[in-house]
């Protein structure tokens, strides 16, 4: 069994021209939760396309769950949650188990149709994140923090070996962010799932994450948290405020 | 005049039914259309209908034969439209915008250089869903099972990538053919259309049901369904009166539905501000 979750070797990507990601290499093993951290267009979000095949990398190799991107169709294994809707409508007339829902179409063969056994995880999974009571909310006349929390519903309904996140609690109040970290922190203890987490929210990395990847267009640090927290390079990332902050919880 | 009277003539029973069933596929497709901020791709293919009816009275191609023949033009146009957006580094409305002019001006081109086919022209700009033959409605029917079980089959992808085509296609949805899918079947309902509501109208039957519905409905589902039936009920209005009235029938099927659009607007705006 291959235990590697991701494994990108010598990777470049960029936009129009301009290299935003320059011969990156790393592997993540089954379990981790990995927080990638770096300044603004540093790469973090190019990374996370490529990761979900939204953007085709310039060069390199990149394996997910053990399978080479070219010849992956284990889509049901990803869980992905963005900062927010691409061009969220708050009038979209969508309920949040419709949107749940669609979480299960990624395991599905053509004609996708849904079944009991949809029905079932769709329930299983609210009533693990607390959410059953809003299941025939429209998703728009939810707050920002439910909103995201359906969202992650969504990601979380075929139970993924690998949850990828991007900034996904950036319009939340300290108080929800919490609680949504902790979420996510217990469903990687508890199911084992891998996770791929980017923020700039250090605290947090240093919270819950047992690894750190920091780019900034290359990988500048990756390595165990532990690792991170005695490095030399600690400073200099963050300064003596940001390290005491970062690594509270060592 | 009474129901029964009205409805024993042969033009009447055929345009009732042939209206119906272009009202449910403009009502479902208007749904997916408006909420992708598309509305106006029916707008586009209605003049490169223009064009191809132009060139199809052109060759002398009358009825059934018409239909045939402008079929495969408008489904062009439609990809066209798609690949101007997708290869051209030219944005969606801009891609509609220039596929619709070069339908307008090859119908106008043709109709100044052939001559003698103007009137032709102009009924198909404004509709007459009451001279539909049986062949027309046959027809009709055959486009309507083959793009309701288009969308029956792609229902959930076009769902999900009208709710978030970035969060579609990292489920592993390809998102390019539900797209394609999408317009395809667009362009086979304005064909259709064209003969109810006539060219210029047939952006209002893909929108107008769509917003009422979209005012009032309470889910995905909910909203497909009340688009469906508000086009049903608007078009067999629509028919009905302006035939008993000696209204043209397009226009009237229109302010019917903008009408439908004032209720359930109001009705949304009451019902959250009591």
Not at chain 2, 39 to 48: E, R
Not at chain 2, 174 to 203: C, E, F, P, Q, Y
């Amino acid at each position: 069994m291959n235990d590697k979750a991701l494994s990108v070797r010598n990777l470049c990507a960029g936009y129009h021209g301009s290299e935003v990601l320059q011969d990156i290499s790393f592997s993540v093993n089954a379990g981790d939760y990995v927080g990638i951290c770096g300044p603004n267009g540093s790469g973090k979000s190019t990374l996370i396309k490529i990761i979900l095949q939204l953007l085709a990398p310039t060069s390199g190799e990149v394996s997910v769950l053990g399978t080479p991107q070219a010849s992956f169709r284990d889509w049901h294994r990803i869980g992905y949650l963005p900062q927010g809707l691409q061009f969220f409508n708050p009038h979209f007339p969508a309920t949040v188990d419709e949107v749940i829902r669609l979480g299960r179409l990624s395991a599905k063969k053509f004609p996708k149709r849904f079944n009991r056994d949809d029905a079932f995880a769709v329930d299983r999974t609210m009533e693990w994140m607390g959410i059953s009571h809003i299941r025939g909310a429209m998703i728009g006349e939810l707050s920002g923090g439910l909103r995201q929390r359906v969202l992650l519903a969504r990601a979380l309904v075929n139970d993924p070996a690998l949850l990828v996140m991007d900034e996904p609690t950036t319009a939340l109040d300290p108080e929800t962010r919490e609680s949504f970290y902790k979420l996510i922190f217990e469903m990687n203890r508890e199911k084992q799932c891998t996770v791929l987490l980017v923020t700039h929210d250090t605290a947090t990395i240093g919270k819950y994450a047992s690894h750190l990847l920091y780019l900034d267009k290359k990988v500048v640090f990756y390595g165990s948290f532990d690792d991170f927290c005695n490095s030399a390079e600690m400073t200099g990332f963050f300064g003596e405020h940001g390290q005491h902050l970062v690594c509270h919880r060592h | 005049m009474n129901l029964n009277e009205m409805l024993s003539y042969g033009f009447m029973q055929r345009a009732l039914i042939g209206g119906s069933l272009i009202a449910i596929l403009c009502s479902v497709l208007g749904v997916f259309l408006v909420l992708r901020r598309l509305s106006l791709i029916g707008d586009g293919l209605a003049h490169v209908t223009f064009g191809s009816v132009a060139l199809a009275l052109f060759f002398r191609l009358h009825s059934v034969y018409m239909t045939l023949s402008i079929i495969p033009v408008v489904l062009a146009s439609a990809l066209g439209i798609l690949k101007l957006a997708q290869k051209a580094r030219i944005y969606g409305d801009a891609a509609i915008g220039m596929v619709s002019a070069i339908g307008i001006a090859t119908g106008v081109l043709l109709a100044s250089v052939a001559g003698g086919f103007n009137v032709d022209l102009f009924s198909y700009l404004f509709g007459n869903i009451l001279s539909i033959s049986s062949s027309e409605l046959a027809i009709a029917a055959a486009l309507f099972v083959i793009v309701i079980a288009g969308v029956v089959m792609f229902y959930n992808e076009l769902f999900a990538s009208t709710f978030d085509e970035e969060l579609a296609k990292s489920s592993g949805l390809d998102t390019d053919r539900i797209n394609m899918v999408l317009v395809l079947l667009t362009a086979l309902t304005v064909v259709l259309a064209m003969k109810v509501v006539g060219i210029m109208l047939i952006s209002a039957l893909l929108i107008l049901p769509a917003v009422s519905a979209l005012q009032i409905a309470k889910g995905f589902k909910t909203a497909i369904v009340s688009a469906a039936a508000i086009g049903v009920v608007t078009v067999i209005c629509g028919i009905s009166f302006s035939f008993v009235m000696n209204l043209p029938t397009g226009a009237t099927i229109v302010l019917i539905n903008f009408a439908v659009f004032l209720c359930a607007f109001a009705a949304r705006t009451l019902l959250r501000h009591p």
